[in-house]
């Protein structure tokens, strides 16, 4: 799987009912869970007082992670994308091995 970063800025339509903005949200709720249990979505962050999160996620291709994965989100038509395809850098920490 090829790893995506997200970031996703939620603007909710004028004029939207708050049932409908609680409703969608729960279930945005399972979904991520859904997604991260799949091993789509594995980090999430969100800015601080922001509608707008930041994301690690993974998925074959572009198309499978608009189309499938994020395109299974319940806020997914309110939400503006901006992803960007990643690769390990080889200076990342994370993936490194320890200096013997």
Do not use: Q
Not at 6 to 27: F, H, K, S, W, Y
Not at 71 to 77: E, V
């Amino acid at each position: 799987m090829n790893e995506f970063l997200v970031e996703l800025t939620t603007r909710i339509p004028e004029g939207t009912e708050p049932a409908e903005v609680d409703r969608r949200r729960a279930e945005e709720s399972v979904r991520a869970r859904e997604l991260a249990a799949a091993g789509h979505l594995v980090r999430l962050w969100r800015p601080v007082g922001e509608l707008r999160s930041i994301g690690l996620w993974r998925a074959a291709d572009e198309a499978e992670l608009r189309e499938k994965v994020l395109g299974s989100l319940p806020l997914w038509a309110w939400m503006t994308p901006v992803i960007t395809a990643v690769t390990s850098h080889p200076n990342d920490p994370g993936t490194s091995d320890p200096a013997p």
